[in-house]
């Protein structure tokens, strides 16, 4: 949606000048399907609202680099779309492909990602908490006299750990449960960060339950009512 945008007005006086009906036509062709109309009423009214001014010329430069972005993004897009066709067939013929492909936030690039780097021996992690440790999205508490800090573990699967983040972060839309444990970190004072590696750790405790007892993700199951949040 806001590749289609920039994509037709790069520049904010071009903006201004987009139609409801263009705006709408533009969320369509991204996929929106709900609140079309509003929702473009609300971008156009945001896009001729007043706001401070570059020189023309600035402009200019500025909004040919948001060009070129969105060209890259695009080509990017094409590029991952073409990925994912390529991994599918390998993917789903893997035995616990069902599995991760059921929790939300793993489609077949970023599952296949995660899979991999888990690795495929179901024995390789006795307890969740190994799993946790070898993603890196388990803390690590430190205490000494009455102070107590919670750390980031640094000792991890650097890669593991970044595809873990991206899943947490694609949960977020894929789950009301992981969005609410999310919110309500946010509300307990934690960072953006904080909250999605604390939701990340939560993803891969569930996703051991998971192959541990070779069932798919359950919302229900994996969410209970008031789930005590992490630190």
Not at 71 to 99: C, G, M, Q, V, Y
């Amino acid at each position: 949606m806001a590749l289609g945008v920039l994509g037709a007005a790069p520049v904010p006086s071009m903006g201004r000048t987009l139609s409801e009906s263009k705006l709408a036509a533009i969320l369509r062709r991204a996929g929106r399907k709900r609140g079309v109309e509003e929702k473009a009423a609300a971008i156009q009214a945001q896009l001729r609202a007043p706001q401070l001014a570059a020189p023309a010329l600035v402009s200019e430069a500025y909004g040919k680099s948001v060009a070129a972005t969105v060209r890259i993004l695009r080509d990017i897009n094409t590029e991952l779309a073409s990925l994912e066709a390529e991994l599918a067939p390998s993917f789903e013929k893997h035995p616990d492909a069902e599995i991760y492909r059921s929790l939300p936030g793993l489609g077949i690039v970023l599952g296949a990602r995660v899979l991999s780097e888990f690795g495929d021996d179901r024995t390789r992690f006795a307890h969740p908490k190994a799993r946790k440790n070898y993603a890196g999205s388990s803390p690590i508490t430190k205490t000494s006299g009455k102070s107590r800090v919670v750390l980031a573990r640094l000792a991890r699967n650097r890669r593991l750990a970044d595809a873990c983040h991206q899943w947490a972060f694609c949960a977020l839309t894929g789950s009301a449960g992981a969005r609410d444990y999310y919110h309500r970190l946010r509300q307990r004072g934690k960072t953006h960060y904080q909250a999605l590696r604390a939701l990340a750790n939560r993803l891969v405790g569930i996703l051991h339950g998971c192959l541990d007892h070779r069932q798919p993700y359950r919302e229900d199951i994996a969410w209970p009512s008031r789930l005590p949040v992490a630190a």
